[in-house]
């Protein structure tokens, strides 16, 4: 398994006069030329092909992402094959997108900071947060996972597969607080104690909804701000 590492500053996708400049303030950008799919469980390569122009086309957007603590590490993904795939001559396959934190603390600052965005959380896990509960500022620098599957067959350019992929991608990394705290059941609120506790649990060698892929394993409606409860 080879990680590669893309400078932040200069990208570079055949050589250095096809540099792309990325500003100073973005997210650190990573890939894995090469590894085996946790969906599919095959080894996909990215490094050519198709999958790597809708890498070189989707780093510099990504780059350009206003966080310079986001780190963004690719990966090839391949869809788990049914009936039909049995007739066609290579599997569907596509990019993932593991996302995390560097500085938990410099992330907690920032979305407890914003107004709207603490409204995402329920008020319990809300005023763990506040009381900055060890077990919940643990979850923060853990990953959360987006993908999307390229289906050329179906008309699909690679413009149209960034265009959905980065909208999704970037509502993830807007409620990732809420999605790497509830709905887990390693986590649970004590009342005694008035605090979050971590559980023992019987599958933990089972992947967990936060390590999913959203737009490959699972999905959900659109999230916008005027769905959001005031709840504080």
Do not use: C
């Amino acid at each position: 398994m080879k990680i590669n590492s893309i400078n932040n500053n200069v990208y570079s996708a055949k050589n250095q006069e096809n540099q792309k400049k990325s500003p100073a303030f973005g997210a650190q950008v990573f890939y894995h030329s090469a590894i085996q799919d946790v969906i599919s469980n095959e080894v996909v390569d990215i490094s050519q092909g198709v999958l790597k122009t809708l890498m070189d086309k989707i780093i510099p957007y990504l780059q350009r992402l206003e966080d310079n603590n986001l780190i963004i590490t690719i990966s090839g993904a391949q869809k788990k094959p049914g009936f039909l795939d049995l007739f066609k001559s290579k599997p569907d396959q596509g990019l993932k997108f593991d996302l995390n934190y560097f500085d938990a603390k410099k992330f907690y600052n920032k979305f407890m900071s914003d107004k709207e965005l603490p409204k995402f959380l329920h008020p319990d896990f809300l005023n763990g947060f506040r009381r900055k509960d060890d077990v919940l500022m643990d979850t923060l620098t853990e990953t959360i996972g987006v993908g999307k599957i390229y289906r050329p067959d179906k008309g699909e350019t690679p413009e149209q597969y960034i265009s959905e992929l980065l909208p999704k991608m970037q509502e993830h990394l807007r409620i990732m607080p809420k999605l790497i705290t509830e709905g887990r059941n390693d986590i649970k609120f004590n009342s005694q104690i008035q605090r979050f506790v971590r559980m023992e649990t019987q599958d933990a060698n089972q992947r967990k909804p936060w390590n999913l892929y959203r737009g490959i394993e699972f999905d959900y409606p659109t999230i916008g701000f005027s769905d959001i409860k005031d709840v504080v």
